[in-house]
């Protein structure tokens, strides 16, 4: 099973930047379409960003304009530029891959908190 440690999380004042990293621990990671996920106090899972392996990308409307999903498959990395944040974005935030399947293992997350 792939292991999956996401990073960069933190406390940032609204209209602030984060930059979120996602490690995968296997090879077999430029084979996936991959993507950002977060889940907020109370709501479900939901997909914020996407990657496929050709690179195309695609965003859900929330955050369009404002995020930015890139990757690395030489160093089997994901990561998800986030500016403009607003207090709506308070979420922890996963990768995995799109869609979601039992080879990549759900890691901690990491919490992203916009507040002033």
């Known amino acids: 099973q792939v292991q999956l440690v996401e990073s960069g999380g933190g406390l940032v004042q609204p209209g602030g930047s984060l930059t979120l990293s996602c490690a995968a621990s296997?090879?077999?990671?430029?084979?996936?379409?991959m993507g950002w996920y977060r889940q907020a106090p109370g709501k479900q899972r939901e997909l914020v960003a996407l990657?496929?392996?050709?690179?195309?990308?695609n965003y859900a409307d929330s955050v369009k304009g404002r995020f930015t999903i890139s990757r690395d498959n030489a160093k089997n990395t994901v990561y998800l530029q986030m500016n403009s944040l607003k207090p709506e974005d308070t979420a922890v935030y996963y990768c995995?891959?799109?869609?979601?399947?039992?080879?990549?293992?759900w890691g901690q997350g990491t919490q992203v908190t916009v507040s002033s």
């Open positions: 990657i496929e392996r050709s690179g195309t990308t």
């Open positions: 995995n891959s799109v869609p979601a399947i039992a080879r990549f293992a």
């Open positions: 296997g090879s077999i990671f430029s084979s996936y379409s």
